[in-house]
């Protein structure tokens, strides 16, 4: 700043210095921020849980909101020529004159105004810019770029951390599954490739298609191994306990793969409408065509012209009109591994009663069509106590179609059935005692390998007669 | 007129009054600023302080006309203004206009409040417009004219307080405060001896036209907008039911009943302007409006009962205010 400068230029230059050192400290408060989102977004690009592209949009939006932030910051702090005047009549001792010349203008006797200028260019030459008005860090300053260190080092920990404390991890779900099947010596060399497997998948380096692939290998060997053991006749519990294990690690709602965008197609699946959809499963058609290796079709027959099951079910060329839906959503369910069906059981209720209530209009007239829903739905309560550890029983396939004889490869384990006693016309039912009545309800209470509905479950009012107040007294 | 001159003008005759008058260093400087920006002053203090020694010494050294009214309970305010008198003239009789104590340069009036309020708002008139209205003929007064008032704090039986019009016609009111033993001993210094000195006339010739120079180029000083805005600021503040004035200080609320009139904030900028005169200045800063807050609103502030039960004064309002209201 040169002495000899008049008060107006001394003002002027002095607002530039001010509004540059307000710049300085705007975008140093936005700074680290900035460097500590570009820092996390780099580190997710490194361990391949971004994208370049991701990266590249991330980056920039940081970097035109850090541009902006600092710019509405500045605007708001940048000094005013009043406030430059202010500043120099304060370290100079001005008394006001810099204010005055800043803001009064012409309005004033050019005389006192002349006045007024040299005595402030006298006392201009007392300021100098260096010492009076050197640039200062802000306290917010110090404040973000803490804010900033510690986001990164929360980061940081976090994303060491984070695996550990969440047991969905992938590949630990997967060297937990080998570590079930190990320790059955026949399934050895299925345990060596999932532990493999989970060995590839600690590598970080590695794309989140590659983690995806690496998933769905071992996923389709143990389906493969659970088919051919089914094959055989030879136990698969094992097998379905590593796989619906290897199921939960791929699920969304593990932290450590949510960000990974997998394209397992029952992953995606456990909404209420597909708990809807796992309600119609115990009719035991679908899992009649898993078996047989066929699909679509599915429980649209018999049900919606009330005929025998299994006629319709297994040739897709004779469905209805409404039937082409069924038909997907039967192949939706049929891609579902035995596994999954408890998942799917575990929806809500509301699904689950939606299933019934689709399902049950569908069915019609046909007694055939009633016993077999109402099997499904005992299918599903069944699912859901085993679900829920209560029992350990297995529930069979499927449901035995009307006349269909017990072979030797449907053994009477896979399949459903229920005897219904339907009561008889006794006249002596009336008149006669208290126990001869229990025994003959004791009598009519239907059996079956697969647990029933409950008599009071309001969606089976048919099961449960009951009988007005006012025929009592007329029975008796 | 240069504001050099009107500095050093100033200086000759705040020297002379100090000749007289023992310190009140800071009324004398007042009462000339009041006098340059063409108003009135209040002097309130206990009897014997030299008040009415400071209004004639201050007319002496300015020469000018003086008059002196002392105000008592039956005075009339023909008494103040003047009246028809019967006179004859080449044997016509007429009546005649005579000129009451009002029509000087510097009136004293002294014990203002004992007076009635009739005979007090006789003087209003000639305060406000600088004129007088007698038998329905309007008389101009001669300028410049300032009214310095009295009045004494102490025996307020059958006294007539000043109303608030009345009071808000004053440009500064100054307390005379009692001396210290130093300056009572210079009073008997000067009072007692032989040769008794009065304070010389430094504008004989031509005063009232150079005083009018004076009174001009006070108004000419320059104030800045921001320093205009810290006294509308100030002068808001002393509100307590003011409009937007929300953020009204506690004391203002709880005492005051009514605030400043905008006579308050051209007397603080008025004053202010005289002051950065005597300080040299062509430019008013803080410090001047700063010096004159206190004589220029500590009679427009009036305080309630609560105020005066509790023996809150205007000046603890004022500092109160002063320290809240924020110079930016």
Known sequence: MSLSAAPDELIDSLRRRLAAQALWRSALFFIPPLLAAWYIVFFLYCFAWLGPDAVMATGAAVLIAAAALTGA?????????????????????????????????????????????????????????????????????????????????????????????????????????????AQATRFADLAADISAAAQKLRQRSLAAEEKQAIVRDALNKIEERIAAEKKRGGDVASLDAAARQINEAAKPESPSMSLLPLRLPWVTRGDGAGGGEGSGQGDGSGAAQKLEGKGGGGKGTGRSKGEASGTKTLDPSRQTKDEPQFAVQSEKRLERPDYLRQDALKQKDGGDKEGRKSAGEKNGDGKGGDINYRAGVNTERKGDTEASGTSGEKTPARLAAPEEKISEQLKEKDLRYVIVQLPEVDTDSASGSREAQRGKSRQAAPSANVPLARPDDPQLAGEKQMLPLEYRGLIR | MDPLEFKEIFSRIEAEIKEVIVDHADIIRKALVAFFAGGHVLLEGAPGLGKTLLVKSLSRALGLSFKRVQFTPDLMPADIIGTQVLSETAGRRDFQFKQGPIFAHLVLADEINRATPKTQSAVLEAMEERQVTAFGVTYPMELPFMILATQNPIELEGTYPLPEAQLDRFFFKLPVQAPTPAELTEILHRTTRPDQQDAGCVLAEGAPAVIARMQLLLRQVLIAPPLEQYVVRLVHATQPNGRANNGAVEQVKNYVRYGASPRGAQSIILGAKGNALVEGRVHVSYEDIASVVYPALRHRVIMNFQAEAENVGADAILESIIASVPRE
């Open chain 1, 73 to 181: 910051r500045f605007h708001r702090r940048a000094p005013s020529r009043l406030v430059a005047a202010r500043l120099a009549d304060e370290k100079s001792n001005g008394e006001e004159r810099f204010v005055t010349l800043a803001t009064i203008g012409d309005a004033g006797p050019a005389e006192f105004i002349s006045r007024l200028r040299t005595e402030a260019a006298a006392i201009a030459r007392r300021i100098n810019f260096r010492r009076d008005f050197p640039f200062r860090g802000e306290r917010a300053v110090l404040n973000s770029l803490i804010a900033a260190l510690a986001a990164v080092i929360v980061f940081q920990l976090a994303f060491e951390w984070l695996p550990a404390w969440t047991p969905a991890a992938p590949d630990a779900k997967l060297a937990a599954a080998a570590n079930r099947l």
